[in-house]
């Protein structure tokens, strides 16, 4: 399971500049809180990884990761973090007269107010639309600078979840299940003939039969069980 | 020195109770994943020490009076188990684990890039399960492998140990012997990639060289725990 991304880091070495002075650092993938992995000259510190006196130091347990002229950790675990434009599938978690309050698995509740909602709803009228405990596919709209975040459910195929299940895996392994190009994802779409929509947020919602719903499970269970 | 110092606790051959020299350490061992349900988590022995620390979050920080605008806070609880030793620990808070987990979380602030996360917490409970001498070290540590487990963003790690001085002389890793029966204690917190301090109490009276040593000993003690450390938690990942 582990040498896929080390392969990669090496094909990658090879074809770029090998004779760079960070040549050891690429060998080992595996990166702990302030390792130094590099000089930050002509390098671009991506995701996870600070630049501090011209030096390059992780700031997360994960794998280090190349990408052109940015290098940045993969994390091993992490929580969904919401951007604008994310398709993420969200619960009431509460609602006020005009709003509705919704769990995302981030750190904060994002808010859906009623003018984004579904459809024409009255005032006061939220609880008989959507209620605390309902499932919903939402948009994340805009990310405030306190991370405090609103979604909309105005868009294409927004709606409230009424059928199927909803299972969730640590955002950074989609890649895995998506694979590249969808290729993953669309081979398990039509090996268990189920519906699945895959959210940012690590959740998904997988509507099919029961047997399809098992191994679809099943798939998710070997993802995130084979990483930690 | 007079008092308890009139114990013996080194021998002819310069060996202590339990046969380490001055500058060895207990053995350590690391695990991590081992609550299920927490965002990181960490088992360390050290010794007969044990402590398991589990981290959650960044989540939102409840109640909102303690929410700051501009940056996490850490909400750090270090509790000794009723059974952890040979009097029945009373359950719950009392002076002391209050001032251990406001130095655990004074040290690890300087850490963590709370930056990132407004407005949020982030919980760490550190219990004790087991306690011999020199637990609010094993618990610090613990704690950060424990964050580094959770996928925290920090600049560091902390590696915490303690030395202390019996029968004059500065040894390395106080046992419960030496810790009760002996003339100080230093604990420190190290960062082991800038040799930075977050942390240092003393127990008792050093002189300027026996202080100097004794910082010496909890340095070179430092490196070796961290190579632990970070040997469990790349080791946990390739399984």
């Not at chain 1, 890649?175 to 969808?182: A, S």
């Not at chain 1, 090996?191 to 029961?210: F, H, K, P, Q, S």
């Amino acid at each position: 399971m582990n040498s896929r991304p080390v392969a990669r880091l090496d094909n990658m070495s090879r074809k770029s500049d090998a004779g760079s002075p960070r040549g050891n650092g690429r060998a080992q993938s595996l990166v702990v809180p302030g390792e130094e992995i590099g000089k930050s000259e002509g390098v671009e510190a991506g995701h996870g990884v600070i630049a501090t006196d011209g030096r390059l130091i992780a700031i997360k347990q994960g794998r280090l990761r190349e990408k052109g002229k940015t290098l940045s950790v993969e994390p091993t675990h992490s929580r969904y973090i919401p951007r604008p434009s994310d398709l993420v599938i969200g619960y009431i978690e509460g609602c006020t007269n005009n709003i509705w309050f919704v769990e995302l698995g981030a750190p904060f509740n994002a808010i859906l107010p009623m003018s984004l909602g579904p459809g024409k709803v009255e005032f006061g009228g939220t609880r008989s639309v959507m209620d605390i405990g309902d499932a919903i596919l939402c948009r994340v709209q805009e990310v405030e600078e306190t991370h405090s975040s609103v979604v909309t459910m105005k868009g294409m195929g927004l709606r409230k979840i009424r059928s199927g299940v909803i299972e969730e895996i640590d955002p950074h392994l989609l890649g895995r299940l998506i694979g590249r190009g969808g290729d993953s994802l669309r081979k398990l779409k039509e090996e268990t003939g189920c519906r699945i929509v895959v959210a940012d947020n690590g959740r998904m919602w997988i509507d099919g039969e029961l047997n399809g719903i098992l191994k679809v499970r099943s798939r998710l269970n070997s993802i995130s069980g084979g990483d930690s | 020195m007079g008092g308890y110092g009139d114990v013996q606790m080194i021998d002819e051959n310069g060996l202590r109770l339990d046969g380490r020299g001055p500058g060895d350490l207990r053995e350590i061992s690391i695990e991590t994943g081992v609550v299920p349900v927490a965002d990181g988590s960490c088992r360390m022995t050290w010794g007969t020490n044990e402590a398991i620390v589990a981290v959650y979050g960044p989540m939102e920080a409840h109640p909102r009076k303690i929410q700051r605008q501009d940056r996490a806070v850490l909400d750090v609880s270090y509790n000794m188990a009723p059974f952890s030793t040979t009097d029945r620990m009373r359950p719950g808070f009392n002076r002391r684990s209050r001032e251990i987990s406001k130095v655990t979380k004074d040290a690890l602030e300087s850490v963590v890039l709370l930056e990132l996360y407004p407005r949020s917490k982030i919980r760490i409970s550190i219990e004790i399960i087991s306690a011999e001498a020199g637990t609010r070290c094993v618990g610090l540590t613990a704690a950060s492998v424990a964050l580094a487990d959770a996928g925290i963003p920090m600049t560091d790690m902390v590696v915490s140990v303690a030395s202390g001085k019996i029968n004059d002389v500065v040894v390395c890793d106080l046992n419960k012997e030496e810790d009760n029966y002996g003339e100080a204690d230093l604990p420190m917190g190290i960062l082991p990639n800038s040799g930075e301090l977050v942390f240092l109490q003393m127990d008792g009276d050093l002189s300027q060289e026996e202080f100097e040593l004794a910082w010496k000993l909890n340095m070179d003690a430092a490196t070796l725990i961290h190579q632990k450390m970070v040997a469990s938690l790349k080791g946990g990942d390739s399984q």
